[in-house]
């Protein structure tokens, strides 16, 4: 198993796992600045943090992030204005791992506990939450590592990951599959059956689930049907209607390693994230791709820390990221445009 991406699925969880909730440092309203080159906006956060999560609307006018830091909690920018806004957490709680419904009316999210200061992974809960009014809507409960959740192309399903808890490790939990809720009974279905080591994503397009996995039970299975030998995460494809599991060959041609967290646009190219081999070795570069719907062809489009993620805007095709600028988390609007 590769450890640069160990230490990254255990990056997700650092947020709940280490550091304590302390006073709020900032307002809960401030203006930022953007500035543009060429065709990039970058917002500026204000925030000192190491990584990070986002999500972007679908009309783009609004975007939600976390960071690894329990005391930022979760915000909301406007991308227009640049006013970046606190969003309530519900009182003993707090929220992360956001995804917009497609109306842009609500968001799912990870509802966790807090105990001694830091997130409960015995109490976690998949919920809606009503930007409108600030309710928080509980979609399922009970035992288990819960993280990623995401609204299904027409907003009636909401998918997830659900893990094991560890009682040692570097990461909370292990053994993941993934769940689907009916949003409107709030009944839930296991879809796999694979025990994966970590996984990350998705992503629904209306007929399949795209996601990055890595040690599940049929793992081996599918890397020799598409002839690959290399270990690591990979993207999956998971059919709605046969519930058939197939791997998407993306081409390591340049080096490319350790798929994850894929998105498609509506012309089905593919996006997501990879590590490469630093040249001199070191540490691990990582990088957001895109590719042909059959990974054979990966452009590169724009280099990463670790452990941070991207989004697409449903409506425009606009692409967002979360960055550094030196210990500042930062967020940017980039130069290019996913088809929409």
């Given at each position: ?30 203006t930022v600045a953007s500035t543009q080159t060429f065709a990039e906006t970058t917002y500026r956060t204000g925030l000192q943090a ?291």
């Amino acid at each position: 198993m590769n450890n640069s991406y160990h230490l990254l699925s255990a990056a997700s969880f650092l947020r709940w796992l280490v550091y304590p909730l302390v006073t709020v440092l900032c307002a809960f309203t401030i203006t930022v600045a953007s500035t543009q080159t060429f065709a990039e906006t970058t917002y500026r956060t204000g925030l000192q943090a190491e990584r990070g999560r986002l999500a972007v609307s679908p009309d783009g006018k609004r975007l939600v992030f976390t960071t690894d830091r329990l005391a930022h909690g979760m915000r909301l920018l406007d991308t227009s204005s640049g006013k970046i806004s606190l969003i309530p957490n519900p009182s003993g709680r707090d929220m992360g791992f956001p995804d917009w419904s497609p109306d842009g009316k609500r968001l799912v999210v990870v509802s966790a506990g807090i105990r001694n200061g830091r997130g409960d992974y015995d109490d976690m809960r998949i919920s809606l939450l009503d930007l409108a009014t600030g309710n928080e809507e509980m979609l399922i409960g009970g035992e288990g590592v819960k993280f990623d959740p995401f609204f299904s192309i027409d907003g009636k399903t909401i998918y997830y990951f659900k893990g094991k808890r560890r009682k040692e490790g570097k990461t909370p939990g292990s053994r993941y599959e993934l769940f689907a809720i009916d949003v409107a009974s709030k009944s839930e279905r296991q879809l796999t059956q694979e025990q994966y080591y970590s996984i990350s994503g998705g992503d629904d397009d209306g007929n399949s689930i795209f996601f990055g996995g890595d040690g599940g039970t049929t793992l081996s299975g599918l890397r020799n049907a598409i002839g690959s030998k290399a270990d690591g995460p990979m993207l999956l494809k998971f059919d709605k209607s046969t519930n058939a599991l197939t791997a998407i060959h993306a081409n390591r041609n340049d080096g490319l390693f350790d798929f994850f967290a894929p998105k498609r646009d509506k012309a089905g190219h593919l996006y997501f994230i990879a590590a490469k081999t630093r040249r001199g070795g070191g540490d691990f570069q990582w990088y957001l791709a895109r590719s042909t719907p059959d990974g054979s062809a990966i452009e590169i489009l724009t280099e990463l820390p670790i452990s941070m993620r991207f989004g697409i805007t449903r409506n425009t095709g606009a692409i967002f990221v979360m960055d550094r600028d030196g210990i500042e988390i930062i967020l940017r609007k980039l130069d290019v445009t996913a088809a929409y």
